[in-house]
């Protein structure tokens, strides 16, 4: 469950940035398989994961972080 409230709001923030999946996914340096993963929330993100695409969207890991995770 905690890695699908992630995968929602990476989603949100790349789709807001207008970042195409296969666009971001080379920005951050993974697979677009990966980062479907993730944003489907079948993959939980690690820290560098979120670090890399909190750098690449120019928001903080605060601004990131699911509402209810706060």
Do not use: C, Y
């Not at 709001?9 to 080379?26: V, W």
């Not at 944003?39 to 670090?51: K, W």
Request: hydrophobic fraction near 35%; charged fraction near 35%; glycine fraction near 10%.
């Amino acid at each position: 469950m905690e890695g699908e409230k992630w995968g929602r709001r990476i989603r949100a923030f790349r789709k807001l940035k207008g970042f195409t999946q296969e666009g971001f996914a080379k920005e951050i340096g993974v697979s677009v398989s990966l980062l479907g993963e993730v944003e489907r929330g079948n993959r939980n993100p690690s820290e560098s994961f979120l670090i890399e695409v909190a750098d690449v969207l120019r928001v903080s890991i605060e601004e990131l972080r699911p509402p209810e995770d706060k």
